[in-house]
């Protein structure tokens, strides 16, 4: 499984837009770039997953350079309920994986 | 949207006590997982499940910890004889319907305290 190295905090006030970089220099060729939010007390959620160049949905948009070393995650114009923990996992997606977390990224968004 | 749902939200029990934590996942999915957090700490991988049996498990998962399916519906976490170092949140996640990307819906969590 692929490394993954990311800031350990970010702040932020609403209206703005929050990107989150996440380096993995290990990158395999099978392995997905996905992101996930977990708020206090409650399970991680998917936000968005991607292999190479941009995806975007309802939520962010995901940009992956051609190198695939490293991912950005974007929120547009944060608001309050936003402030969580971010994870970046790389994997190769197999059904049935496990999904190896690291201490993620931790967003405070401020009035 | 469908979700996956998991009871009791709170449990607290004696050091040396069996505790079951049940998670009922999405109706169609074939695999099931299960994870836990202490407090301040990074979610870590306990056990999947597929076909009725465990997949993988972690060197957390030792002879303590036990899974089942009994039901088709319900999928639970059996611990045998619970140890103070056990309280955390526990997630149930599932995943594993079409597709070739593989994403895991986490349910709520079970929050365990021991005494």
């Known amino acids: 499984l692929a490394k993954t190295t990311q800031p350990i905090s970010m702040d932020s006030y609403e209206g703005q837009e929050v990107n989150i970089t996440c380096s993995h220099n290990n990158i395999a060729t099978n392995d997905y770039i996905t992101w996930y939010q977990q708020f206090p007390s409650q399970g991680p959620r998917f936000i968005i997953q991607g292999y190479k160049t941009k995806v975007t949905n309802e939520v962010a948009s995901l940009f992956i350079p051609a190198d695939r070393k490293s991912s950005t995650l974007s929120l547009p114009r944060v608001s309050l309920s936003d402030t969580a923990v971010y994870y970046c996992l790389v994997g190769d997606q197999v059904y049935g994986n496990k999904l190896v977390f690291g201490a993620g990224t931790i967003l405070r968004v401020k009035s | ?115």
């Open chain 2, 1 to 115: 949207e469908p979700e996956v749902t998991q009871t009791p939200s709170h449990q607290v029990t004696q050091m040396g006590q069996e505790v079951i934590l049940r998670c009922v996942p999405i109706s169609n999915h074939l695999y099931f997982y299960w994870y836990r957090q202490i407090l301040g700490q990074k979610v870590e991988f306990l056990v999947s499940f597929y076909n009725n049996e465990i997949s993988e498990k972690s060197e957390i998962f030792d002879d303590q910890f036990s899974v089942e399916r009994p039901d088709g519906s319900n999928f639970t976490l059996k611990i045998r004889s619970t140890k103070l170092e056990d309280s955390a949140m526990y997630f149930c996640a599932s995943s594993g319907t079409s597709g070739a990307q593989e994403t895991q819906y986490f349910g709520p969590g079970t929050r365990l305290l021991v005494l």
